[in-house]
């Protein structure tokens, strides 16, 4: 790789799509073992292929990147604990993560891996860049959602290196903040297994469009300016496609790397040929786009034309493209929601008699293609498009390697220690050790340096094991040791040694993880107890409200509106008032925010003794990692939802800076939920009613007025947070029936949010009064009863 040049990183969503990208000029590949991956219905990897492929990569000086970019439930620390150990031994390159708690047991057990922060953790800011350096994060992956500018600035300052996306599909919400699918399907994205609630039609202001269907992306436009940016590496998404989608886009961008700029529009016309919705380069250089396509949200192919006229069942157009018997074809006819796709058996040039038929057509012509009997009505100007191309898959053919040719083997140190009377042989390599004794008496050997050569060739033939020979020593005088005789002591010694080895590593996952009881103690610093004897009740507002009876109010600050500020401190007691930072502050914003954290003081006349417990005024709340940065230094802070704290490891990640208090995610169910209540004591905060944030994006929904109706005659609402907008169900999240089951199992301090869907004070308040006097709210209730996927 050119070292001014970023890295060019490909999908590698099965081990054909990795041969495709390392192929056609990847310098890195990322791909997922079958758990914990964000692409769960990808063909990911048994541990057996992803050997091989870092073999392969390293033998061609590239680079693998392991997804571990999902949260991680409390029963399932064991077994993240032992992907990360089958990690380290695979050699991986580094780790792409999103579980605070992953992060915590790669710290505290396997330092030597490398950590790139995932791009589900929406870092958008320079502070949340900033605040994953300070965690020993090597790389972070950005927010699609970033322009240019802060591309640049963020890269510049940050101190580790930047990673962006230059092509592939979007989503319409920032990554990691969407729960659509998990709240309505059971099908959690932020554990790999979205179900893409996001493609499908929705019906507002009368007519029904795909009102967050996301165009792909395409940054092809803006390489010079991503150049200029200083990332460290240009990212495809694409795990969940072809290894001929891989290979065609990574030959693209490898191209227009290399300056070779010839034929770009061709090349770019091809991928759109494999798969392809309408371009888009999202905000990159203006805030104004229109990323979404409100029509058809699946593979269009690429535009060669359009409908001149149908003649006797053939269809007339002039294509800008060549093509070939069995070329695929689609055109869009209005109202339809999926386009009408045919192959073209019959092709001719109009020019051509009736009766004449063409194996290939040559590009720029006036052709005629013969339709299928059924076809619908194509009006003229109807575009058509090219969704398969014969051409496009011969040009992207790729060898893969012999299957294990290059396995991965760990050198394995032998010493040979012979005497007449015995000779000891010892396997050795990172302090595991294995020893076979053969018993004598041996013959002299005759000629010694022969002797030496049979037992180092003996030793070169470990063959289907895990090790390859290290370095040979031999001591002491040789004697004459029978060939079948030193190849059954081989066998012995290294079966010993691997089963040492395997015990050393078995050993090493299960006595590295804290257990249960250190867990607890460490977080509440040995304080189990302490429950206050009652419920305590939080409530999270946008607008000031004062609830009496209720322990602490929530107020996410806005510097555009820093009266509300106001009206909280006239109103609460500083012990009272907890201010709480938006899940999203753009760039441009957190100079405004920072200034409004530092004015954030009391503002009644205060004595003394007063201005020093100043502090217990300090209550605040993160929802971001750039969020949590600009919070340094306070506290008392509490980490809200989209932190995620799914299990005790991520807790702790959490307590070491500085946060208090973790409200549970709302998308976890009813067994990890008692776990961690038990787990984390009142550090615990368990949200019961809010109209949950299903998306939050940068993108106006393509769809008129503000509320929608899905095909199942679910409604939802979208609302305004600054300048997101945030997609929210009509139906509260309410776990208001189980609240007796949750005190029984520990739980003491619960979350009201009314951050969206309310729709007046009154209402605010009558939800307030009922749920804190034991009443329950009618809703849905997630995952709790069902389960998390």
């Given at each position: 790789?050119?070292?001014q ?9 099965t081990?054909e ?11 890195a590949v990322?791909?997922?073992l ?8 990808a ?21 693998v ?6 949260l991680?439930?409390?029963?399932e ?7 990360l150990a089958l ?7 580094g780790?792409i993560?999103?579980d ?12 030597q ?8 953790l929406?870092?958008h800011n320079?502070?949340?860049?900033k ?11 950005l927010?699609?959602?970033?322009s240019?500018k ?9 101190g580790?290196e930047t ?7 979007l989503c319409?919400s920032?990554s990691g903040?969407?729960l659509?699918?998990?709240h ?10 979205c ?5 499908q039609?929705f ?7 795909l ?9 092809a436009?803006?390489l ?9 590496s ?18 693209f961008?490898?191209k ?12 770019l016309?091809d991928i759109?040929?494999i798969?392809?919705?309408?371009a888009?380069?999202?905000y ?7 990323p ?19 003649r ?12 070939m ?5 689609k ?10 796709g ?8 109009t020019?051509?008699?009736e009766?004449?038929?063409r194996?290939?057509l ?6 005629a293609v013969k339709l299928?009997?059924d076809?619908?009505?194509?009006a ?18 790729f ?5 294990g040719?290059?396995r ?6 032998i ?5 007449l009377?015995?000779v000891?042989?010892t396997a050795l390599?990172?302090?595991v ?15 010694p ?23 040979l020593?031999?001591?002491?005088p040789a ?6 005789v ?15 080895w395997?015990n050393s590593?078995?050993?090493?996952h ?21 429950r206050p004897s009652?419920?305590?009740?939080s409530?999270?507002v946008?607008d ?8 602490e109010?929530v107020l996410?600050?806005d ?5 509300e500020i106001?009206?909280a401190?006239?109103?609460?007691p500083?012990?009272?008032?907890r201010?709480a ?9 957190v100079a405004?925010f920072?200034?409004?954290i530092?004015?954030?003081r009391l503002?009644v ?7 020093d417990?100043?502090?217990?005024f300090?209550?605040?709340?993160a ?9 340094q230094?306070k ?8 932190l ?15 946060i208090?208090?973790?409200v549970?995610?709302?998308e976890?169910d009813?067994?990890n ?16 009613y809010q ?16 509320e929608?109706?899905d ?18 169900n ?5 776990l ?11 739980a ?5 949010d009314l ?6 004070p009154?209402?605010a308040?009558d ?5 804190t006097?034991?009443?329950?709210v009618?809703g ?10």
């Amino acid at each position: 790789m050119n070292k001014q040049l970023p890295e060019l990183l490909a999908p590698a969503g099965t081990p054909e799509a990795a041969w495709a990208g390392l192929a056609y000029g990847a310098d890195a590949v990322y791909a997922g073992l079958p758990r914990f991956s964000a692409r769960a219905e990808a063909g990911n990897f048994s541990a057996e292929a992803l050997d091989e492929l870092i073999g392969y990569a390293h033998h061609l000086s590239r680079r693998v990147y392991i997804t571990f970019n999902t949260l991680v439930q409390q029963s399932e620390l064991n077994e993240a604990l032992e992907t990360l150990a089958l990690i380290r031994d695979l050699n991986a390159d580094g780790v792409i993560v999103q579980d605070m708690g992953v992060v915590r047991l790669m710290r505290k057990n396997f330092p030597q891996l490398r950590r790139h922060a995932s791009t589900q953790l929406a870092v958008h800011n320079l502070e949340g860049a900033k605040q994953l350096a300070s965690l020993g994060f090597k790389r972070v992956v950005l927010a699609r959602e970033l322009s240019l500018k802060e591309i640049a600035y963020i890269s510049r300052d940050c101190g580790i290196e930047t990673e962006t996306f230059i092509h592939g599909a979007l989503c319409y919400s920032y990554s990691g903040l969407c729960l659509f699918s998990s709240h309505l399907m059971g099908r959690s994205g932020n554990r790999g297994r979205c179900a893409y609630c996001c493609r499908q039609f929705f019906r507002g202001g009368g007519k029904e469009t795909l009102a967050f269907s996301m165009k792909d992306f395409s940054a092809a436009e803006h390489l010079p300016e991503i150049l200029a940016a200083g990332v460290a590496s240009l990212k495809i998404e694409g795990r969940m496609k072809s290894p001929l989608y891989v290979a065609a886009v990574t030959d693209f961008y490898r191209k227009a790397l290399a300056g070779d700029v010839a034929d770009s529009e061709q090349r770019l016309s091809d991928i759109q040929t494999i798969f392809g919705r309408p371009a888009t380069d999202l905000y990159l250089d203006v805030p104004d786009t229109e990323p979404i396509d409100p029509v058809n949200a699946g593979h269009h192919g690429a535009l060669i034309g359009s409908v001149k006229e149908t003649r006797r069942g053939w269809l007339i157009l002039h294509s800008n493209r060549a093509l070939m018997k069995f070329d695929g074809l689609k055109v869009e006819t209005p109202g339809d929601t999926f386009a009408y796709g045919f192959a073209a058996h019959e092709i001719r040039l109009t020019s051509d008699p009736e009766s004449k038929r063409r194996f290939e057509l040559p590009a720029d012509e006036e052709i005629a293609v013969k339709l299928p009997p059924d076809h619908p009505h194509l009006a003229p100007g109807t575009p058509v498009y090219c969704s398969y191309s014969q051409a496009v898959r011969q040009r992207y053919e790729f060898t893969a390697p012999r299957p294990g040719q290059f396995r991965q083997r760990k050198p394995v140190n032998i010493h040979v220690s012979q005497s007449l009377e015995k000779v000891v042989l010892t396997a050795l390599s990172d302090a595991v050790k294995a020893e076979v004794v053969l018993p004598g008496p041996f013959e002299p050997a005759r000629q010694p340096e022969k002797s030496a050569a049979a037992i180092r060739q003996c030793f070169e033939k470990l063959g289907d094991t895990d090790w390859k020979l290290g370095e040979l020593t031999l001591e002491g005088p040789a004697g004459f040791i029978p060939v079948s005789v030193l190849n059954d002591a081989r066998r012995r010694l290294i079966s010993e040694f691997s089963e040492h080895w395997k015990n050393s590593r078995e050993k090493l996952h299960i006595d590295q993880f804290g257990g249960r009881g250190s867990t607890r103690a460490d977080l509440i610093d040995g304080r189990r107890g302490s429950r206050p004897s009652s419920s305590f009740w939080s409530v999270k507002v946008r607008d000031f409200q004062d609830f009496p009876g209720v322990d602490e109010l929530v107020l996410e600050i806005d510097p555009s509106r820093p009266e509300e500020i106001e009206k909280a401190r006239a109103a609460l007691p500083p012990e009272k008032l907890r201010l709480a930072l938006p899940v999203i502050i753009r760039e441009e914003d957190v100079a405004a925010f920072r200034e409004l954290i530092s004015q954030c003081r009391l503002s009644v006349p205060l004595d003394q003794n007063e201005r020093d417990a100043r502090s217990t005024f300090q209550k605040w709340e993160a929802a971001n990692v750039g969020g949590l940065n600009l919070l340094q230094g306070k506290d008392d802070v509490t980490a809200d939802w989209p932190l995620y704290t799914l299990n005790t490891q991520a807790a702790l990640q959490w307590r070491e800076q500085g946060i208090r208090q973790f409200v549970l995610s709302p998308e976890d169910d009813a067994e990890n939920i008692f776990s961690l209540i038990e787990q984390l004591g009142d550090a615990a905060v368990v949200p019961v009613y809010q109209h949950t944030p299903l998306m939050i994006s940068e993108t106006r929904p393509a769809a008129d007025g503000a509320e929608l109706t899905d095909r199942s005659r679910r409604t939802f609402s979208v609302e305004s947070n600054g300048r997101q907008f945030v997609l929210v169900n009509e139906t509260p999240f309410s776990l208001t029936d189980h609240l007796d089951e949750l005190k029984a199992k520990g739980a003491r301090r619960f979350r009201i949010d009314l951050s969206y869907g309310i729709r007046s004070p009154d209402e605010a308040a009558d939800i307030v009064r009922r749920i804190t006097s034991g009443s329950a709210v009618p809703g849905h209730t997630g995952n709790f009863d069902r389960g998390l996927q």
